[in-house]
Nanobody, 115 residues
Framework: QVQLVESGGGLVQPGESLRLSCTAS????????MAWYRQTPGNERELVAA???????RYADSVRGRFTISTNKARDTVYLQMNSLKPEDTAVYYC?????????WGQGTQVTVSS
């Protein structure tokens, strides 16, 4: 069973940067689409950034200009570069791959932005 393994979360101060990574544990024959979501306690999971086929990207208004989603050539790893982090970016971040047989989700990684 293919798993998505996330890394890169942690505790940072406002204004600092983090880079999240998410890698498939086995061959997924290139994801059709990839995305990052985040969730805070008591709230629904929200889309942060998405990368469709080709290089088409989409961002939540709250992160546009600060976050960048990217992938590698094999499309089996997705990254989220997060700059100028704010306390309101604090959440558990989840990666999502849309593959031929359905959707895959990462286990979640905590990002905390606090002084």
């Amino acid at each position: 069973q293919v798993q998505l393994v996330e890394s890169g979360g942690g505790l940072v101060q406002p204004g600092e940067s983090l880079r999240l990574s998410c890698t498939a544990s086995a061959n997924i024959f290139a994801a059709k689409a990839m995305a990052w979501y985040r969730q805070t306690p008591g709230n629904e999971r929200e889309l942060v950034a998405a990368l469709a086929s080709g290089a088409n990207t989409r961002y939540a208004d709250s992160v546009r200009g600060r976050f960048t989603i990217s992938t590698n050539k094999a499309r089996d790893t997705v990254y989220l570069q997060m700059n100028s982090l704010k306390p309101e970016d604090t959440a558990v971040y989840y990666c999502n791959f849309r593959v031929a047989w359905g959707d895959l989700w990462g286990q979640g990684t905590q990002v905390t932005v606090s002084s």
